[in-house]
């Protein structure tokens, strides 16, 4: 089926620590995207990667496509890393193209 | 550039009633797609706009429905609320399909009492 999952459930770390959250994804799943969503709700775009690596700050992010996983790597996090990380991709259905989220990794990163 | 904007950000409506939301895209973007977020459901595609023609809808009743204008602009309605539809609602906008990078407004939260 379509599937996109998400690992750790939660998270919780230090102040400093490293992280690494994994998306892995079915084969009618693609073009990657990782999302924060912030306390009021917003998701705020973190990576589109359908495939390679791509660095912004302290995250990056690598997607391996032929293997259908991405990873989200976070290093010496702050306590405004905390929050909700999803991933999401998009797939084909009879009607046309949808997109399926995972269902987050909670961070919870303490000072 | 203005990010995407939706209109209201909070609201509640009784059982029974209907609502409308407004979402308005990055300018240039041309494809506006609907969300639901639950806690026990997570979040949910609901619909694409794009060009003035719903591309694709999600597994939501007839309830749910939208538009979107010539500016690209849309507007999500959902008649006769259920305390179900209690939720979180973002729209993202992309450059042209929902394959592309989304980007996402801050959401509108209704409450249905």
């Known amino acids: 089926g379509i599937q996109v999952e998400q690992s750790p459930p939660d998270l919780i770390l230090q102040e400093g620590a490293n992280s690494t959250l994994r998306c892995n994804f079915s084969?009618?799943?693609?073009?990657l995207q990782w999302f924060h969503q912030n306390p009021w709700g917003q998701l705020i775009n973190l990576f589109y990667?359908?495939?390679g690596t791509k660095q912004n700050g302290r995250l990056s992010a690598t997607t391996v496509a032929t293997e259908r996983y991405s990873l989200l790597y976070i290093s010496s996090s702050q306590t405004t890393d905390s929050g909700v990380y999803f991933c999401a991709g998009h797939y084909y259905n009879q009607a046309g193209t949808a997109l399926i989220f995972g269902k987050g990794t909670t961070l919870s990163v303490s000072s | 550039k203005a990010g995407v904007t939706q209109t209201p950000r909070y609201l509640i409506k009784t059982r029974g009633q209907q609502v409308t939301l407004s979402c308005s895209p990055i300018?240039?973007?041309?494809?506006v797609s609907w969300y639901q977020q639950t806690p026990g459901q997570g979040l949910q595609f609901l619909f694409e706009?794009?060009?003035?023609?719903?591309?694709n809808k999600g597994n939501f009743p007839g309830r749910f429905s939208g538009r979107q204008f010539s500016n690209s602009r849309s507007e999500m309605n959902v008649s006769t609320l259920e305390l179900g539809d209690s939720a979180l609602y973002l729209c993202?906008?992309?450059?042209?399909?929902?394959?592309?990078?989304?980007?996402f407004g801050e959401g509108s939260r209704l409450t249905v009492l």
């Open positions: 706009y794009f060009s003035e023609t719903q591309r």
């Open positions: 300018s240039g973007h041309r494809s």
């Open positions: 084969d009618s799943v693609n073009n």
């Open positions: 990667i359908p495939s």
């Open positions: 993202a906008s992309s450059l042209d399909r929902i394959t592309g990078e989304l980007f």
